[in-house]
């Protein structure tokens, strides 16, 4: 089991940056895929960045694309969301997820909230226009 904890929300102009961490606990954290997905209120979960085991694969949704940055640090057990040119529709509160991918590609990360079986308990980003 792993527990996430993200932090580095915050109010930000339109324009601006914000870089999202999400500590993970436990010595496998390099055998999980890794998301990030966030929910505005009235709207559904929606996935943000993916980020597969070795971290070789990446993929993003089209709307966050060229602007956002998904990574990871295996030794520190971390991984970041680097928010750049927010926008007031980036406004959500954005949640780590992470996926169990021992025996999967290097390549697998999913992009469906159902896929994912640990999540943080969020952390809001309120972009100001």
């Known amino acids: 089991q792993v527990q996430l904890v993200e932090s580095g929300g915050g109010l930000v102009q339109a324009g601006g940056s914000l870089r999202l961490s999400c500590a993970a606990s436990?010595?496998?954290?390099?055998?999980?895929?890794m998301g990030w997905f966030r929910q505005a209120p009235g709207k559904e979960r929606e996935f943000v960045a993916g980020?597969?085991?070795?971290?070789?694969?990446?993929g993003y949704a089209d709307s966050v694309r060229s602007r956002f940055t998904i990574s990871r640090g295996n030794a520190k057990n971390t991984v970041y969301l680097q928010m750049n040119s927010l926008k007031p529709e980036d406004t959500a509160v954005y949640y780590c997820?992470?996926?169990?991918?021992?025996?999967?590609?290097?390549?697998?990360?999913?992009?469906?909230?159902?896929?994912?079986?640990?999540w943080g308990q969020g952390t809001q980003v309120t972009v100001s226009s």
């Open positions: 980020i597969s085991k070795s971290g070789v694969s990446t």
């Open positions: 436990g010595r496998t954290f390099s055998s999980y895929a």
């Open positions: 997820a992470a996926e169990p991918a021992t025996g999967k590609s290097m390549n697998y990360y999913p992009r469906m909230p159902l896929s994912y079986d640990y």
